[in-house]
């Protein structure tokens, strides 16, 4: 699907809004007739690509937003969400087991077999830093195993409305972790419930402190999260070859409060570089005020807008 923007409202102004697929046009409004007739134009480099106005209830900016792709880390979120549902304790100690290293990518980890850590610090890492190994034992001490965690997580997902999207395992090592850019936004929003989500894919920075006496220093995997210029409730990054690189967030622009989805993104920053992108859009329209978005037809009553260009 070619990228189309939908009507969204951005302090007083009514943006025009485009054709795109149903469940973006949803709450879509025709312009205001004193809208700009020169709408700011947003060009991301990421494929897919979804802002969404939770104030409003409103997707601000859609690229291909239906399109099934792999979602590599951004899994791991569902893995908390399933986790923190069971309420299983956070302080239980967990041996990092054999059965918990990567043997499909062979991706490294600091926690080596054997080690031991609270199952909070195994989410917080997982979470912050995308460790692949901790989301494996979180997995794996899941009641009933690794495939019931599976299970629970596929389960959360349509209980939440994320009919695209399947999971495979709780890592988000598997390109069978799919789901589109619409799936993720309403992912975004269940995970913004929890208190643990928010804190731990926010912080800069963890000390795990091993068993052992070992202390290990994590950072998170979102440099924005330590860039005091942004406001985000929530974060989360992930890459696979299969997946590009990918990221989710939660983050307050222009004193709203939305939601950006990033996926298949090629280079390293392309994705910060897409999310900075994104809040320059939205604060130079409504510090101008002009109009954003673009559509590939125009609203019936609206006057034409331009059309728009076009994971750790």
């Known amino acids: 699907m070619r990228a189309a923007a939908v009507a969204a409202v951005l302090g007083s102004m009514i943006v025009a809004a485009g054709a795109g ?22 060009d991301l480099k990421s494929n897919v690509a979804l802002v969404f106005d939770e104030a409003h209830g409103q997707t601000l900016y859609a690229k291909n937003p239906d399109r099934v792709v792999p979602i590599a880390s951004i899994t791991k979120l569902m893995t908390a969400m399933v986790v923190l549902d069971a309420r299983l304790s956070m302080d239980e100690t967990i ?22 850590a609270t199952r909070g610090d195994l989410l917080w890492v997982a979470l912050m830093s995308s460790e692949n190994r901790a989301a494996a034992a979180l997995g794996r001490t899941y009641p009933g195993g690794a495939a019931a965690c599976v299970a629970a997580m596929n389960l959360k997902a349509r209980q939440i409305g994320m009919l695209q999207a399947r999971f495979a395992d709780t890592s988000g090592l598997s390109s069978g972790n799919v789901a589109s850019a619409e799936d993720l936004s309403l992912m975004v929003q269940a995970a913004a419930e929890y208190p643990e989500i928010r804190r731990f894919t926010t912080s800069t920075a963890h000390t795990v402190r091993l068993s052992r006496g070992r202390v290990l220093e994590f950072h998170n995997s979102n440099g924005l ?55 320059k859009w939205m ?15 125009p609203a019936p009553t609206a006057a034409p807008a331009a059309r728009s260009a076009g994971s750790h």
């Not at 604060?283 to 037809?297: C, V, Y």
């Open 95 to 116: 041996t990092i087991d054999r059965a918990d290293v990567d043997r499909l990518r062979y991706t490294r980890s600091r926690l080596d077999v054997g080690a031991q």
């Open 21 to 42: 697929n149903p469940a973006a046009m949803a709450g879509a409004h025709p312009a205001s007739p004193a809208a700009s007739t020169h709408p700011t134009r947003l």
């Open 225 to 279: 999260v330590s860039n005091k210029t942004w406001t985000i409730g929530l974060s989360k990054t992930g890459y696979l070859n299969e997946a590009g690189r990918c990221l989710v967030m939660q983050a307050e622009i222009a004193a709203r409060p939305v939601i950006i989805v990033l996926l298949d993104s090629f280079g390293k920053y392309t994705r910060l570089g897409d999310a900075n992108r994104i809040r």
């Open 283 to 297: 604060e130079a329209a409504i510090a101008a005020p002009a109009a954003i978005g673009a559509s590939r037809a």
